[in-house]
């Protein structure tokens, strides 16, 4: 059983810096892709990052040029820095494991377990 949990969110001021976790259960395998996804209050759930098992990542408009993903298989953990934040990207933040083949398109329907979300704040 795939079991997500997300940590590394908080409050942090336009411009700063935030490194995301995702720590998936042991035995998690390896050749699932990755993604990061984020909802803001009012919005639609948006896919920002993914990364694949052979270390190919792809990135929302969005954030692309300022937030990183990153695995280590090792540690069962993906990491999304985030830099240069702004007001916009506030929102809860959630990982996810793609299910097999799948996860390249940030489509939510292609992800079958999901973390419970860390808040991310951007505010001065």
């Known amino acids: 059983q795939v079991h997500l949990v997300e940590s590394g969110g908080g409050l942090v001021q336009p411009g700063g810096s935030l490194r995301l976790s995702c720590l998936a259960s042991?035995?998690?395998?390896?050749?699932?892709?990755i993604g990061w996804f984020r909802q803001a209050p009012g919005k639609e759930r948006e896919g920002i990052s993914c990364?694949?098992?052979?270390?190919?990542?792809y990135y929302a408009d969005s954030v692309k040029g300022r937030f990183t993903i990153s695995r280590d298989n090792a540690k069962n953990t993906t990491y999304l820095e985030m830099n240069n934040l702004k007001p916009e990207d506030t929102a809860v933040y959630y990982c996810?494991?793609?299910?097999?083949?799948?996860?390249?398109?940030?489509?939510?329907?292609?992800?079958?377990?999901w973390g419970q979300g860390t808040q991310v704040t951007v505010s001065s």
């Open positions: 990364i694949t098992r052979h270390n190919d990542t």
């Open positions: 996810a494991a793609a299910r097999p083949g799948y996860g390249e398109g940030l489509v939510g329907v292609e992800y079958a377990h």
């Open positions: 042991a035995g998690t395998p390896g050749y699932l892709t």
